[in-house]
């Protein structure tokens, strides 16, 4: 499996700012759509963002005019800007490689090893 390397976690108070980095190699990046999903504890990985490759954007609706999706095509690299973050954000952030369908995200098992984004005063 091809991995992707994420980076930016850390620990925030509420109302600060975050931005995750996920690399990608190049042939990867080309060929996929770009999403972030998250994982807390005792809880389902849940999709946050992505971007198709025609630079279109989705979020969940918990993240939405928070959170920004973007992507840097000379540097093989996605961004995840989130802003104005919340304790509930708190959770490991995984970078995925995907296929846009039929107005829906697939994983396609391509995964990053995640960073942990914490929210606390």
């Known amino acids: 499996q091809v991995q992707l390397v994420e980076s930016g976690g850390g620990l925030v108070q509420p109302g600060g700012s975050l931005r995750l980095s996920c690399a990608a190699s190049r042939s990867i990046f080309s060929t996929y759509a770009m999403g972030w999903y998250r994982q807390a504890p005792g809880n389902q990985r849940e999709l946050v963002a992505y971007?198709?490759?025609?630079?279109?954007?989705n979020y969940h609706d918990s993240v939405k005019g928070r959170f920004a999706i973007s992507r840097d095509n000379a540097k093989n690299t996605v961004y995840l800007q989130m802003n104005s973050l919340k304790p509930e954000d708190t959770a490991v952030y995984y970078c995925?490689?995907?296929?846009?369908?039929?107005?829906?995200?697939?994983?396609?098992?391509?995964w990053g090893q995640g960073t942990q984004v914490t929210v606390s005063s």
């Open positions: 995925n490689a995907g296929l846009h369908s039929g107005g829906a995200y697939f994983n396609q098992g391509y």
């Open positions: 971007i198709t490759n025609g630079g279109s954007t």
